[in-house]
């Protein structure tokens, strides 16, 4: 699969974050998207080949797959990265509306397209709390699909066509219990990062719009 979209995108939204939004985009680049292209998607590349039960009954191994993991890991870490960076792209796509208005009256309609105020404001704090709610929304998918953090070394499976209970193993069991690790917490730290940053620009604009209202009311 090819990233480069996904970087792009997030190398636009650098430009117009804050500090925290800057943390935000090299912990999603850094941490997430070249982690999982470096080294957790080869982990998870061959899990069904690798997915042995001590029963050569036909069909039992497919199975007892689907049942235990009815949505690969590494799919749905990659489902989920792409949909908590996708939100980005509605700031992209007002600065660029901003820079196009400007060129279609051809004057200065903004001190700067890409500072956030007014309708981008707005803009910006709904992206970040649809990826604060997409990040909780894929932690708790993960919890529900598999109950819990968790991969177990072996599995017992009685489900038609096996004939009788088999126990069924797991390949790098190890490996993929870190990476697995690795994965809640770094979406955990970005959810962190995100509420922060939200915290921020609250705390930001509340004291500016107060300072606002105190000088018009001495004037």
């Not at 974050?17 to 982990?43: C, D, H, K």
């Not at 061959?46 to 009954?57: A, T």
């Not at 009788?164 to 190890?174: A, E, G, L």
Request: aromatic fraction near 14%.
């Amino acid at each position: 699969m090819s990233w480069a979209f996904l970087r792009d995108l997030l190398s636009g939204v650098n430009k117009y974050s804050t500090g925290i939004g800057r943390i935000w985009v090299a912990v999603v680049f850094v941490f997430r998207l070249l982690v999982y292209v470096a080294a957790a998607e080869n982990i998870w590349k061959h899990e069904h080949d690798e997915f042995e039960c001590n029963i050569k009954q036909p069909g039992c191994e497919n199975v007892c797959f689907d049942h235990f993991f009815p949505v690969s890991h590494i799919r749905l870490w990659a489902l989920q990265l792409i949909m908590v960076s996708t939100p980005s792209l509605l700031v992209v796509f007002h600065v660029a509306y901003r820079e196009n208005r400007e060129k279609h009256h051809n004057r200065k309609l903004y001190k700067n397209p890409g500072k956030i105020d007014g309708g981008l404001l707005c803009t910006y704090l709904i992206s970040l709390i649809l990826k604060t709610g997409l990040e909780i929304v894929f932690l708790v998918l993960f919890y529900k699909l598999y109950n819990g953090f968790k991969i177990p070394r072996h599995v017992k499976c009685d489900i038609k066509p096996c004939p009788i209970t088999v126990d069924c193993y797991i390949s790098k069991h190890t490996e993929k219990m870190i990476f697995l690790y690795f994965l809640v917490a770094t979406s955990c730290l970005c959810i962190i990062l995100n509420l922060g940053e939200l915290s921020y620009l609250f705390f930001k604009y509340s004291i500016k719009c107060y300072l606002k209202r105190h000088v018009k009311k001495q004037q």
